[in-house]
């Protein structure tokens, strides 16, 4: 007969195989939360670069002039009308020739353009 207070070897045992089955459910438990948490980060980091990506090429088509430039180009590149365009080339504001009936403008002319147009609006800021 046991005395009071005292427990049979086998209920010892008992208790710590259930308290390390419970540890064991806890760890899996929280590398399972560490992994989702590793997964969403890795999700939420490859949104970003693509989103990154995506945004810089935007900006690399639309800012990037070919050598010699269309009326199109121009357009693009200011986000004007082709009327606005071709009455910057008719007033000779910026410069261009001709090949056929189409006019041409080479990128340095667009930028010299560019260029003029800063520096008036800088000399309007600081008046």
Known sequence: M?????SEPYEKEFLELIAKGFRLLVERREQEIRDEIARQAKSDTKEIVT??????QQLSEREVL???CTISDIM?????SRTTVSKLINSEQIKSYKIGNKARVKR???????ETLITKSNNKIFR
């Open 2 to 6: 046991k005395k009071s207070g005292e």
């Open 108 to 114: 340095e002319w667009v930028l010299e353009y560019e």
């Open 76 to 80: 693009d590149y200011f986000k004007v």
């Open 66 to 68: 070919p050598p010699v």
């Open 51 to 56: 989103t990154a990506i995506e945004t810089e």
